[in-house]
């Protein structure tokens, strides 16, 4: 099993910046993929990005390209994304969630474990 925990969300003017963290528990080794969704009522869980645990390599959604950066740090079992450039469209609740298998990291079904959400708000 493994455990995750996020942090950092709340509430930013547009143009704004977060960060938001991810710690990691459990069996840590099992970890392919740790990404990022987000979802607001009206709208499904949608991929944000993606980062494989042991090489750090990352995935973006096309809404977020470059404006947010996913990274990792293995010694805290922790990953952090960064948002800049936040739009009132980015108002969601983002959660984090690790899968043990290769393949489609953008998948929300493929996912095994998830975090509780943190909500991040964008005023316009």
């Known amino acids: 099993q493994v455990q995750l925990v996020e942090s950092g969300g709340g509430l930013v003017q547009a143009g704004g910046s977060l960060r938001l963290s991810c710690a990691a528990s459990?069996?840590?080794?099992?970890?392919?993929?740790m990404g990022w969704f987000r979802q607001t009522p009206e709208q499904e869980r949608e991929f944000v990005a993606a980062?494989?645990?042991?090489?750090?390599?990352?995935y973006y959604g096309d809404s977020v390209k470059d404006r947010f950066t996913y990274s990792r740090d293995n010694a805290k079992n922790t990953v952090y994304l960064q948002m800049n450039s936040l739009k009132p469209e980015d108002t969601a609740v983002y959660y984090c969630?690790?899968?043990?298998?290769?393949?489609?990291?953008?998948?929300?079904?493929?996912?095994?474990?998830w975090g509780q959400g943190t909500q991040v708000t964008v005023s316009s």
């Open positions: 969630a690790a899968r043990d298998r290769t393949g489609s990291y953008w998948r929300r079904v493929d996912y095994n474990y």
């Open positions: 459990g069996r840590t080794s099992s970890i392919y993929y």
């Open positions: 980062i494989t645990w042991s090489g750090g390599v990352t």
